[in-house]
């Protein structure tokens, strides 16, 4: 399959196939990745610009007329929807919901230089999305399904003979274009131009790291059961403070513990998962939630996320290899790949942003978890695989092989899947963390570990060395006072005779001392001295006084009569 130049979605950027649909052969860019059918914008999208936004953003992927075409089929598929206003749903979440004016109809797409026919379709005249928030957004690409369990898709009609829809992939098999009913894939990342890879028939084994897993299709879904979710480092410190935080994907739910099933969906764009875990991954994150759009967005002000986005820090997403309970597979997604960006109309002005959405349905991966993930389906067999995908440092020397109809296997290539990301990453100057061998490791599952673990040798005995020097600084500090509190007692002995009315007499452990009123700096100075414990005395002349200190309010006389002395203690 051929990809666009031009990169897509204001919640990517992401990688599109190009397609010709029609005898006229209308370029468009398509999201591929859908089971059933392909959902293809008709240009009528653009007539009606007033309810969501003036600008038609439909137009840069591609918009197609059907009336241009001789191939176009808008009849023979009678059935439910016929030109109707309906909730619909393109791939396996209803996290957003879509709204679309529709009907069905066959198309002849032209993929690789060869051309299908009757290709089946669902034509969006109009439509618009709902985010979480309420606000609404205009489509902007459409959908191109790579197959089904079923060769075709039939429709009964209410009369008349039953109309078969087929599939790029069911066609170019069943004409002897592809060795089989199957595909591989790998969509990248135009962020960090790691490009996209998709082949009808085969797959680029080199777009495979590691352990592969391989478990079957349940109808068009892609379903994988999840274990865990973690944080991680490859290489260096931790901006977390440990190498490795587990336990997430369950972590106040107790429904999760034995672990879910997920879909792997590449018709849409994030990670959908219920909130209690949304929110046991964002707290360790710089994020804060958009509710207008059910969203994290960075803070790109807390120097956490500079250090996240740039180091060898990854999500890992530990699943169920080979659909059995004795061994895992982890997929990692580094930061990098997950700190995307919405640009209008779903916001303002760009914002980067943490593609996660919480969601009450069906957990699924999407495109932002696949942007470091292959995968492939094998469709007559009933299985699909998954493995982990390349980053930018590779070399991305293609190395195609076919699926044939009897395979139930595929095989990967050995390179360190760390050394695709080298030259991106810089470690973080902290603990060493544990180092990744650079592939995937299948063991048996084990209980997850709590994100703070025991202490090793070295770090006891590195707290007890630091508790020893804290007290040897605690005991000199101790004598440091003592001898400034005897050296201030020394000094005050010194001071005026006492006796005189309207003097001060103060005392620190010994005998009182008279201070003259007419040296106010000598009191000052004893209220700020945090060395003086001790209390002074004020001999009345016959008038009321209040003396304050700084440490607090250390007594006041009122109406006291001549000759009596107050005592005010400091503390």
């Excluded at 973690?230 to 672990?259: P, Y």
């Amino acid at each position: 399959m051929t990809w666009s130049d031009s990169t897509f979605g204001p919640d990517g950027p992401w990688h599109a196939v190009n397609i010709y649909m029609g005898a006229n052969d209308t370029e468009i860019a398509m999201f591929p990745g859908g089971s059933w059918t392909s959902y293809v914008l008709l240009n009528t999208l653009c007539d009606n610009t007033t309810k969501i936004s003036s600008y038609c953003y439909g137009d840069r992927a591609g918009l197609y007329n059907p009336d241009t075409s001789k191939t176009w089929d808008g009849d023979s598929v009678r059935l439910s929807p016929v030109n109707t206003w309906t909730g619909i749903q393109w791939g396996y979440t209803d996290a957003v919901s879509l709204d679309a004016y529709i009907y069905r109809a066959l198309e002849s797409i032209d993929v690789g230089g060869t051309g299908t026919s009757d290709s089946n379709l669902i034509a969006i005249k109009q439509g618009y999305q709902t985010y979480p928030g309420g606000n609404i957004f205009p489509l902007e690409v459409g959908i191109l399904a790579l197959g089904s369990p079923d060769i075709n898709q039939t429709f009964a009609e209410p009369s008349g003979p039953p109309t078969n829809g087929t599939f790029v992939t069911s066609w170019l098999y069943e004409h002897g274009v592809t060795p089989s009913y199957s595909y591989g894939m790998h969509i990248g990342s135009p962020k960090f131009d790691i490009p996209g890879s998709l082949y009808l028939g085969g797959y680029d084994k080199n777009r495979l790291l590691g352990d592969i897993s391989t478990q079957p299709i349940n109808s068009g879904e892609l379903p994988i059961e999840m274990l865990d979710i973690s944080l991680g480092v490859v290489d260096g410190g931790s901006v977390w403070g440990s190498s490795s935080i587990t336990d997430l994907m369950a972590k106040s739910n107790s429904s999760l513990q034995s672990g879910t099933n997920v879909a792997i969906d590449a018709t849409n764009p994030y990670i959908y998962m219920p909130q209690s875990t949304c929110d046991a991954i964002t707290a360790y994150l710089p994020v804060t939630y958009r509710s207008d759009l059910g969203l994290y967005v960075w803070d790109t002000n807390n120097e956490t996320y500079a250090k996240l986005i740039t180091s060898p820090s990854y999500l890992a997403f530990d699943f169920a290899k080979n659909d059995v309970n004795t061994a895992n597979i982890t997929i990692k997604v580094p930061f990098a790949l997950l700190n995307l960006t919405l640009s209008p109309p779903l916001v303002e002005f760009d914002t980067p942003y943490f593609p996660l959405m919480p969601t009450n349905g069906t957990p699924v991966l999407g495109r932002a978890f696949l942007q470091a993930a292959f995968y492939g389906v094998h469709w007559s067999q009933g299985y699909w695989f998954l493995s982990q995908a390349p980053g930018p440092d590779d070399n991305f020397i293609k190395n195609i092989v076919s699926i044939e109809p009897t395979t139930t296997t595929i095989s990967g290539s050995a390179s360190s899947w760390k050394d695709t990301w080298a030259s991106y990453w810089t470690a973080l100057p902290s603990i060493a963390a544990n180092n990744d061998s650079g592939t995937n490791s299948s063991s048996s599952p084990s209980s997850p570990t709590n994100a703070s673990t025991s202490l090793s040798t070295g770090a006891k005995a590195g707290i007890g060395v630091g508790c020893g020097c804290a007290a040897i600084v605690i005991i000199f500090l101790a004598a440091w006072i003592l001898i400034r509190r005897r050296n201030r007692a020394k000094q005050l002995t010194t001071s005026p005779p006492q006796g005189d009315p309207g003097h001060h007499l103060v005392s620190q452990g010994g005998a009182p001392v008279e201070l003259d009123d007419s040296k106010p700096d000598i009191l000052h100075e004893l209220n700020h001295d945090p060395a003086f414990a001790g209390y002074y005395e004020k001999r009345n002349s016959g008038k009321s006084r209040t003396v304050q200190g700084p440490q607090s309010s250390i007594g006041q006389s009122e109406g006291l009569e001549s000759g009596t002395t107050s005592r005010y203690e400091l503390f």
